[in-house]
C-alpha cells in the first residue's frame, strides 16, 4: 500500500528506497475510524493528535469523496495562513491536517489488507448501521468475525471505541466484545480477548482529562464520539442518548502446553 498521496507531508526523503518500492512514512497508521461518515472526527482528532497518523476508512463513494475535498481544503486553508514558510521547512506536526486521510473500502471483508497484525493503536466504530431486521444482523460491523479481525490489527493494549443512539445495538457490541475469545483458552475459562475499559458519563470529560495518564487519553475520545461526529451532533440536537462503550485487546492466550489455564 502506498500512502504517500495520503500523508505527503510524512514521506521520509532520507529512506533507501528502489525504483519500484512507494516512498516509505516516517511513521505507519495507527488510528482507524471505520465507517467515518462525513469526518467529523477525523478532523476533530487531528489538531489533539499531531504526529500520529488518522485514516478514515467509508463505504460511500460520494461521502468519501467529499472528506478527500473536506480535507484538501482544510490544508490549503492553513497553507496560506503560512505564507511565508516554505511546506518543506515545516515538520509535519507544524502543517495542520496533513496526518489525517480518507479512503473508500469495505473494511467487513479487507480491513487485513490494510493494516498489518498489531500496526494499530485506537479502532473507532461510531454510530455504525443498526440493521434493524435479525436476517441483517450479519451485516453489523460488529461480530465475532470481525472482533477477530479487529484483534488481528490491534496491538495488544490497543483500544476500540464504540458508540450508538441505539441502545439494543450496543448491547449487541458490548455482549461480541465481551465474549470474543472466551474458548481461545480452553474450557471457557480463558477471560477473553477484549476488556472492557471504564468511561466517563457524560459532563465528565474533563475531569477525567485533568487527571492525565490513560484515562486522559481516554476521556478525550469518548467526549470526541459524543461530540464531534455529525451523528452525535445530531443524536444531542434531538435529545437522545449516547451509548458508549471501550474495550482494551489483552494478550493472546497461551498455547496449550504453555501453562496459565
Excluded at 20 to 35: E, F, N, S, Y
Excluded at 160 to 168: G, H, L, P, S
Excluded at 208 to 218: I, K, L, M
Aim: charged share 25%; aromatic share 10%; net charge neutral.
Amino acid at each position: 500500500m502506498d500512502w504517500s498521496p495520503h500523508y505527503p507531508s510524512f514521506i521520509d526523503h532520507n529512506a533507501q528506497r528502489t525504483k519500484d518500492q512507494p516512498p516509505k512514512l516516517t511513521t505507519q497508521v495507527t488510528i482507524a475510524d471505520i465507517g467515518c461518515g462525513f469526518g467529523g472526527l477525523l478532523v476533530a482528532l487531528s489538531p489533539l493528535l499531531p504526529i500520529e497518523l488518522i485514516l478514515g476508512l467509508e463505504i460511500r463513494t460520494q461521502v468519501t469523496s467529499y472528506v478527500q475535498d473536506r480535507i484538501s481544503a482544510l490544508r490549503a486553508q492553513h497553507h496560506q495562513q503560512l505564507p511565508s514558510i516554505p511546506q518543506k521547512n515545516l515538520a509535519p506536526h507544524q502543517q495542520p491536517f496533513q496526518n489525517i486521510s480518507v479512503l473508500r473500502a469495505n473494511t467487513m471483508k479487507f480491513l487485513p489488507r490494510f493494516f498489518a497484525r498489531g500496526q494499530l493503536s485506537t479502532i473507532f466504530l461510531c454510530f455504525p448501521d443498526p440493521h434493524f431486521k435479525a436476517r441483517k444482523h450479519k451485516a453489523r460491523i460488529v461480530s465475532a468475525t470481525l472482533c477477530a479481525e479487529y484483534a488481528f490489527v490491534l496491538r495488544v493494549g490497543g483500544v476500540v471505541y464504540t458508540v450508538t443512539d441505539v441502545e439494543e445495538l450496543a448491547g449487541w457490541m458490548r455482549e461480541r466484545f465481551s465474549d470474543f475469545g472466551r474458548e481461545a483458552g480452553g474450557g471457557g475459562s480463558w477471560e477473553g480477548l477484549f476488556e472492557e475499559v471504564e468511561v466517563p458519563g457524560e459532563g465528565e470529560e474533563e475531569d477525567w482529562v485533568e487527571r492525565g495518564g490513560e484515562e486522559a487519553r481516554v476521556a478525550l475520545f469518548v467526549r470526541c464520539i459524543r461530540e464531534e461526529t455529525e451523528e452525535g451532533k445530531k443524536v444531542a440536537r434531538n435529545g437522545g442518548k449516547r451509548f458508549v462503550s471501550v474495550w482494551r485487546r489483552r494478550e493472546d492466550p497461551p498455547w496449550p502446553g504453555e501453562g496459565g489455564v
